[in-house]
């Protein structure tokens, strides 16, 4: 487990560019409602969260657009949170964090 992050609990802006949710389509600049590292609410990596739909969703659009906002392709700097009621993962560079 990691060191809850700092941010959680806040809604940030999706930065452009990263590719469509399996149910929410174009994510670019809707809000995001962070929950935690993903690591901490999954218990695990998501590179290792067979099933979970938020892990897949996020592997499919790693692998579609995975070289967009600087994101590395096996990196664990990634976020859980929410759209709306639906939860989703997002690379810390994909995410308008506060400065």
Same mark, same amino acid.
């Given at each position: 487990?990691? #060191?809850? =992050?700092?941010?959680a609990? #806040?809604?940030?802006?999706?930065?452009? /560019?990263?590719?469509?949710?399996?149910?929410? /389509?174009?994510?670019? /600049?809707?809000? =995001?409602?962070i929950?935690?590292?993903?690591? @901490?609410?999954?218990?695990? &990596?998501?590179?290792?969260? $067979?099933? !979970?739909?938020?892990?897949? #969703?996020?592997?499919?659009?790693? &692998?579609?657009? /995975?070289? $967009? @906002?600087?994101?590395?392709?096996?990196? !664990?700097?990634?976020?859980?949170?929410k759209?709306?009621?639906?939860?989703?993962? =997002?690379?810390? $560079?994909?995410?308008?964090?506060? &400065?």
């Open positions: 487990m990691r #060191e809850k =992050f700092k941010y609990g #806040e809604t940030v802006k999706i930065k452009n /560019g990263v590719g469509e949710g399996m149910q929410v /389509g174009d994510m670019s /600049g809707m809000d =995001f409602t929950e935690d590292w993903c690591e @901490n609410v999954l218990g695990c &990596s998501w590179m290792s969260a $067979n099933g !979970n739909p938020a892990a897949l #969703e996020y592997a499919m659009r790693h &692998s579609l657009y /995975g070289d $967009n @906002n600087d994101v590395p392709l096996l990196s !664990n700097d990634v976020i859980y949170g759209i709306g009621m639906l939860g989703h993962l =997002f690379h810390v $560079n994909e995410l308008e964090l506060p &400065s």
